[in-house]
């Protein structure tokens, strides 16, 4: 299966307009910073120009054109400018963003290629919260395992906070021993299809027919808590997908680690699962995101406009 990054490199052949609005909303904020500077001594020096005295006869038959001209240009300036900060250095970086979505791993929630506003000060002023859909930071092995590097986001629900029990047994989740209803969860199925967003097309089908469901539980293990995923004979086994520092090759281990009891979510961690059940490489494969980690909150759909809604 490709990773977000290939699917995400496929889907921006596809985007047009909506890529390019993307793509600029996402900007390095150095580059900005640049960008505004530039324009500001251009609007400086275009002031300065309307500012200085002209002669009578240029005035009458040379000024007015080139007068209108400049008046535009600096105002045009003066707006880029004061949207440039305003914009990317005020709501991005703490209240708002907008993020891509590259792959099916949040279906039917979110469909690939869909847009979403996200809510960065959510969190400077409260926790996150289970049931969440969150944007986030992946480690770097984690990205390494999907084949990526360099500043990518993830986007899961939260299905445990510090001090949670979670398990998942026969596909459904128990939170602190309470079964939970999640009316968002689907399980698919994914075939190769060109013509589909990201190269896939996905059907859901029932839990039991669902390909790559397991049995999940967080246990202390060797001074350490850690996923562990069953399959009812194995527990973490490679080719369950798990993250390398997790596997384990011995069969008396994966008795042992999985005889283990349930143990809580460990403090300043957050347990994320996407809601394409068997269709996420989430917290089951590769452990907890730290609260450092956790950039916002989704809020809403912004496009296509067919699909404008609210995300829970």
Same mark, same amino acid.
């Given at each position: 299966m490709l990773s977000p990054l290939q699917l995400l490199? &496929?889907?921006? &052949?596809? &985007?047009?307009?909506?890529?390019i609005v993307d793509k600029l909303a996402r900007t390095p904020l150095s580059q900005v910073v640049a960008f505004v500077a530039v324009c500001t001594a251009l609007r400086l020096i275009l002031h300065y120009t309307l500012l200085k005295p002209v002669p009578a006869y240029e005035r009458i038959y040379i000024s007015p054109g080139v007068d209108k001209v400049t008046r535009f240009f600096n105002e045009l300036l003066d707006a880029i400018v004061y949207a440039g900060v305003f914009v990317f250095l005020v709501i991005r970086p703490f209240i708002l963003q907008t993020f891509f979505i590259p792959s099916g791993s949040m279906?039917?929630?979110?469909q690939i290629r869909d847009y979403i506003v996200a809510n960065k000060f959510v969190y400077r002023v409260s926790d996150p919260k289970a049931g969440d859909i969150i944007v986030f930071k992946p480690r770097p092995e984690v990205l390494a395992a999907q084949g990526q590097k360099g500043d990518v986001d993830y986007i899961k629900r939260i299905i445990g906070v510090p001090g949670d029990v979670v398990e998942i047994r026969d596909n459904v989740l128990y939170r602190n021993g309470k079964q939970v209803e999640e009316p968002y969860k689907t399980f698919t199925r994914a075939e190769l299809d060109a013509r589909?967003?990201?190269?896939y097309r996905f059907t859901d089908v029932p839990a039991d027919e669902a390909i790559g469901t397991y049995d999940f539980k967080v246990v202390e293990y060797k001074g350490k808590v850690m996923p562990v995923l069953s399959d009812g004979f194995r527990a973490n086994a490679r080719d369950m997908g798990i993250l390398s520092?997790?596997?384990i090759d011995n069969v008396q281990e994966m008795q042992l680690v999985n005889s283990l009891p349930a143990a809580k979510i460990p403090a300043g961690m957050y347990l994320v699962s996407g809601d394409n059940r068997n269709g996420s490489f989430d917290g089951r494969f590769w452990g907890f995101v730290?609260?450092?980690?956790?950039?916002?909150?989704?809020e809403f759909i912004w496009a296509p406009v067919g699909?404008?809604?609210?995300t829970r």
């Open positions: 490199a &496929q889907a921006d &052949q596809q &985007q047009g307009l909506l890529g279906l039917n929630t979110l589909a967003p990201g190269g520092d997790y596997a730290p609260r450092k980690s956790i950039v916002a909150r989704s699909r404008w809604r609210v």
